[in-house]
């Protein structure tokens, strides 16, 4: 893969956590804790990003990541475009490279995408013009590098430690883009015990997720653990779904009160989103004070803040003259 760094080391792209150093990651983490805001309190507002346009090319469905880009963008004072399969020209059969063009010659400066096809966002960034940046929002089952960074700043801010947590992600996390980019995360910012939880079919394959334990069984996945990280089964990644129940899936890999009382008493309980209550996680937990759902929610748009300023600084050292 290309660097994502500039000649300096300033962050040109952000495609993957793969490659990333500690150092660079807890620059982006320090970047985002300044841009943190409550709920209740003014949102950070700000001019790093001005005069720069942003286009957010979002090709499969979201919420939470299209969201918090949208408001990054604005909040740092750029020209936000946001277009989807739906409201682009893609749907008449434009090629992604054509869109980029396209948006190129308006003086686009960022492209953030999401597309599910593997491969595309390192692809871009090979055809991008030199002063042109790439942000990946979510590749297929691949990549999805600033929810990786909500997720490490959440735990960060509850923590202040990364060595020595026991954090257990549970689900489908073969077609997790989220767990690949927080497993990467953690494990470059010092989490040795990662403990991959899910039923046999959705484990990832063995050369995957090198140094984490795997477990077929939730009961021992999250014994004692301080974090455990629900996620979604992702049907609309698998030949076949119809066969799953549900019920049966809650009963087995479901967190519950009950469960949860085999973590440690001051576990986190984290879930990218979207969640589907009753599947793999209850209401009670996922709205119960052990949740910091909405905090990791409410970190994604710090986290884009900072990811869009990085990228910003580093851009403007490419600006060509008038
Ligand atoms: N976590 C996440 O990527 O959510 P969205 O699909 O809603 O953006």
């Known amino acids: 893969m290309r660097s994502q760094l500039d ?4 962050l040109r792209h952000l495609i993957s956590l793969d490659g990333l150093s500690r150092e660079a990651l807890t620059g982006l983490l320090d970047r985002a804790e300044n841009y943190r805001r409550f709920p209740g309190q003014s949102a950070y507002e700000g001019r790093e990003l001005a005069g720069m346009t942003i286009a957010n090319l979002f090709f499969e469905p979201s919420t939470r990541t299209r969201a918090s880009f949208d408001l990054a963008g604005r909040r740092l004072g750029a020209h936000v475009i946001n277009l989807d399969t739906q409201s682009s020209s893609r749907v008449k059969g434009e090629t992604m490279l054509d869109t980029i063009y396209t948006l190129e010659a308006m003086n686009t400066d960022v492209f953030v995408i999401r597309d599910s096809e593997a491969g595309m966002p390192e692809f871009l960034i090979d ?3 030199d002063h042109v940046s790439v942000i990946s929002a979510g590749e297929a089952h691949v990549s999805h590098p600033t929810q990786g960074l909500l997720d490490v700043l959440t735990i960060r801010c509850h923590k202040r430690r990364f060595a020595g947590l ?5 689900g489908d996390i073969k077609h997790s883009r989220v767990a690949r980019s927080t497993a990467r995360a953690l494990q470059t910012l010092g ?6 939880v899910a039923p046999a079919p959705l484990l990832p394959s063995e050369v995957e997720f090198s140094g984490a334990q795997r477990f077929i069984h939730m009961d021992d996945g999250i014994a004692g653990a301080d974090v455990v990280m629900m996620l979604r089964i992702q049907k609309e990644r698998m030949a076949q779904s119809a066969d ?3 019920a049966q899936y809650f009963r087995q890999f479901g967190l519950d009160a009950r469960r ?3 973590c440690a008493a001051d576990v986190l309980v984290m879930h990218p989103g979207p969640m ?3 599947v793999e996680i209850s209401s009670e937990v996922a709205d119960g004070p052990h949740s910091v759902i909405r905090e990791q929610v409410n970190n994604g748009v710090a986290v884009r803040m900072a990811v869009l300023a990085a990228i910003a600084a580093t851009l403007t050292r490419k600006r060509k003259p008038l």
């Not at 026991?166 to 549970?170: D, G, M, N, S, Y």
């Open 7 to 10: 000649d300096h080391g300033g």
């Open 127 to 129: 055809h991008v013009a």
């Open 166 to 170: 026991a954090v257990a992600i549970v």
């Open 191 to 196: 989490t040795s015990d990662l403990r991959l």
């Open 244 to 246: 799953l129940d549900d």
């Open 260 to 262: 949860l009382q085999r």
């Open 276 to 278: 589907n209550r009753g």
